[in-house]
């Protein structure tokens, strides 16, 4: 008979591409579960960033106005000593308040009729400029306040400037002047150097009004133009215009996508918004994600080539089998039956032909044993043989007719004493099987075999004879041998790999644990199979894990973090459960693999402690002095002692950046810093909020005089030295000083905003000193 595999794969390719598959499978899984998790970190690490930012930017904006206002409220209350109104007069007046220009691009007196009538960056005409139709001018007379007007074009500069406005009242209550303070949006003095703003290499900041009108954005032939003025809307800017703060995503209106992140400025309601493009800030995990899909399919298609030659291994045996019973049948004619077309089907063609042959006459029984791959025999209890099939035969081709012989006779004395107490076992009745090594012809190689000796029972119950059968094994054993290779193969990549690797069953028995449970648990993996759940982890853990083992087992995919200690070390690790299905989804068990995240627990929290310090100076930020203030004046309330905020900067800092540039710039806030911490106290605290601003907070001071100490030790000591040798540099700096003890009423931001009120006082004043002002209620006395 002949046999012709067709066009379709052989079961050895199936098997091979089913291994490649499922360890392709297996290893996308496990790579996409890990980048799916580090894609969810990376993403809320940096869109926390943003808002950070965003959020320190925009209390420095506010911070920015609420100064300002302030000396508008400061300047409006020095007009009751104020010449009555002629316009040379107010000129005058006005031209004194020289230090004004620091922080405004121009102040100007506006009388009820909108004339503008004194001017500090210049006297002009009675008349010649009257800004009653300007909104900012009807809305600060109609509503009887100072306010913020929206972003406008100067009719005459054409730059983009907010307005702040303060009334001047007369006695009886009528409008008296209306102060003008003109803010340029480009002046840097403002904003302050948000210009170099920028998130990774292509993010950026912008900044629109509660109108969507752009304040500021890198383009900047768009300020003062509509958000959507190009056409198109932009849901996500929509979303913040409308009322959202916050982080999300979305796409540009050219199709980039990216992450942006929204904040309300408190003064102005303005909304500052930062956009990261995705492509830069995943690009780290998606050059990951690309190296691990084709560390994947390599990884597959090595599996394949192994489970390949594995199987051919394993399937040589069954092949050998066909060809031999192929080979035997001495029959042409009969008729073809359809089986598979591969070799299992092969085998069941052979084996049904061979049954076939079996029911046939006794010559065709005779050939089929004659033709099986063993050594068959029939002594009777003298150790005569009755009956020998061909294999015998070919054994001893020289030896003649071997019926009737005995076994001695034909094997010799040596081969007969090894097989001897086996037949006696036999002819006692009791059926034997032994493994041995020997040959089946003389000066072949040793092989493996298998010999079964069966007691032959007659009708009366007697003992009539043995049937002795021996296979050859040796094909078997390889077989054998190789699996237990695979299968070490197997447990060797589990005991190695830096996870904790265990199935349970339905019953929450462990069935497997590999290596590193062990080394965590402290036992071998085999000692606690077959042990029950509770009894490997502890009550308290089973107890806590309870929930998620019941999720798992139906049939949901469990993934969550826990806290343990291993080795006298607290750890931390992230658990995944998945369901093992049987094929009528019923759960037989879990597979669980515990990965071990401490490294990066400690990442995320290195990362929050960088939040709260300055990267320049390393001294604590703007984060951290909000985060400390209350409770240091929470202290004060409590325990009754007074304590001191000091507000200070360095005066003409930007000077000397436009003189010397940036880098000197740098090393003059370094160097500050410095002589800070080196005046203050080991219990004080300094912080930097940003450009060359700088709080000090000072808690259980006797009395004032002790913070007038302190302060006038700084300006001493700015003063005293050179900040840099080789450019003769010296610097001076103003300090704003509020002390006394913090009454119940008291409020962080509004003492910050007293403080830094102080500071502009000092620098009014001529800077180089230090201007002390009182907590409010707070009187001379020892605190």
């Known amino acids: 008979m002949s046999f012709h595999l067709k066009s379709r794969p052989t079961l050895k390719m199936r098997l091979s591409w089913g291994v490649a598959a499922v360890v392709l499978l297996a290893t996308f899984a496990i790579a996409t579960i890990a980048l799916h998790h580090v894609r969810q970190q990376l993403e809320k690490s940096i869109t926390d960033d943003l808002f950070q930012r965003l959020s320190a930017i925009s209390d420095a904006i ?4 609420q100064s300002r206002r302030t000396l508008l409220k400061t300047l409006s209350d020095s007009f009751e000593s104020a010449p009555p109104g002629v316009p040379t007069q107010l000129q005058e007046y006005i031209e004194k308040f020289q230090s004004l220009k620091d922080l405004f691009d121009n102040v100007s007196i506006i009388d009820p009729a909108g004339n503008v009538v004194a001017n500090l960056s210049g006297a002009v005409v ?5 800004v009653a139709d300007r909104e900012y001018f009807t809305e600060s007379v109609r509503l009887g306040q100072g306010l913020i007007s929206q972003p406008y074009k100067n009719r005459f500069s054409g ?14 209550g009528s409008l008296r002047y209306l102060l003008y303070g003109a803010i340029n949006l480009k002046d840097q003095r403002f904003l302050d150097g948000l210009q170099g703003v920028q998130f990774g290499k292509t993010g950026y900041l912008f900044i629109l009004n509660s109108r969507g009108i752009i304040i500021d954005l890198p383009d900047k032939s768009r300020i003062l133009q509509h958000v959507d003025a190009q056409g198109g809307a932009n849901v996500v800017t929509a979303r913040a215009i409308a009322g959202y703060e916050g982080t999300t995503t979305g796409a540009t209106r050219a199709g980039v996508l990216g992450l942006y992140a929204f904040k309300r400025t408190q003064e102005t309601d303005w909304i500052l918004g930062a956009f990261f493009p995705a492509s830069e800030a995943f690009a780290p995990v998606n050059a990951i994600e690309k190296n691990a899909w084709w560390g994947a399919l390599l990884l597959s298609v090595i599996a394949g080539l192994l489970a390949a030659a594995v199987i051919r291994r394993q399937l040589q045996p069954l092949s050998a089998l066909h060809e031999r019973m192929r080979n035997i049948d001495a029959t042409k004619d009969l008729n073809p039956l359809v089986y598979r077309p591969d070799e ?59 019926i009737g012989r005995s076994v001695q006779s034909v094997r010799g004395g040596e081969l007969f004493a090894q097989v001897a107490p086996h037949l006696a076992k036999a002819l006692a009745g009791e059926s034997v099987v032994v493994e041995r090594l020997g040959s089946t012809m003389r000066g072949e190689v040793k092989k493996t075999y298998q010999a079964h000796y069966i007691p032959d029972i007659g009708p009366d119950g007697k003992v009539q004879g043995v049937f002795a059968m021996s296979f050859d094994t040796t094909a078997l054993t390889a077989a054998l041998h190789k699996q237990e290779t695979s299968q070490r193969f197997l447990r060797t990549i589990t005991d190695n790999t830096p996870a904790l690797i265990s199935y349970f069953d339905s019953n929450h028995r462990i069935a497997f644990a590999n ?6 648990l402290g036992v071998q993996p085999e000692k606690i199979i077959g042990t029950h759940l509770k009894n ?5 853990r089973y ?9 798992a087992m139906a049939g949901n995919r469990v993934e969550f973090d826990a806290e343990l200690n291993f080795q006298g070390e607290q750890r931390f690790t992230r658990t995944i459960y998945v369901p093992d299905m049987d094929q009528d989804n019923s759960v037989r068990g879990v597979f669980s693999l515990t990965l071990d995240v401490t490294e990066s627990k400690a990442i995320e929290k290195k990362l929050e402690q960088l939040a709260r310090q300055d990267g320049l100076t390393r001294l604590p930020n703007r984060t951290a002095l909000q985060e400390a203030l209350p409770m240091a004046i929470a202290r004060s309330q409590r325990t009754g002692v007074a304590m001191a905020i000091m507000f200070l900067d360095v005066d003409f800092f930007k000077q000397i950046n436009d003189e010397y540039g940036h880098g000197v710039g740098d090393g003059v806030l370094i160097e500050f810093a410095d002589r800070l911490k080196k005046t203050v106290r080991v219990t004080d605290s300094v912080y930097r909020l940003g450009g060359d601003e700088f709080v000090i907070v000072m808690e259980h001071l006797a009395d004032r005089n002790a913070a007038v100490g302190v302060a006038e030790k700084i300006v001493d000591l700015i003063r005293s030295a050179r900040f840099d040798e080789t450019l003769s540099l010296r610097v001076t700096t103003s300090i704003g000083v509020l002390t006394g003890v913090a009454k ?17 006082v000092a620098k009014a004043s001529g800077r180089d000193r230090f201007h002390l002002v009182l907590m409010p209620g707070a009187s001379d006395e020892p605190g």
């Open 62 to 65: 506010d911070l920015k106005f």
């Open 126 to 130: 009675f008349g010649a400029v009257n």
């Open 159 to 172: 730059l983009p400037q907010v307005t702040m406005t303060e009334p001047v009242w007369n006695k009886d």
């Open 344 to 402: 299992i089907g092969a085998l069941a063609k052979t084996f049904d032909e061979l049954m076939r042959k079996q029911k046939a006459t006794e010559l065709q029984i005779r050939t089929i044993i004659d033709n099986i791959p063993a050594l068959v025999s029939h002594v009777d209890p003298q150790y005569c043989y009755t009956f020998i099939n061909a294999r015998v035969r070919d054994v001893y081709p020289d030896s003649g007719d071997l």
């Open 515 to 520: 290596a590193t449970v062990g080394a965590w």
């Open 536 to 540: 490997v982890i502890g009550a308290d």
């Open 543 to 551: 107890s806590y894990r309870a929930p998620m083992i019941e999720s």
């Open 744 to 760: 119940d009423d008291a409020d962080a931001k509004a003492l910050l905003e007293k403080a830094d009120a102080a500071l502009y």
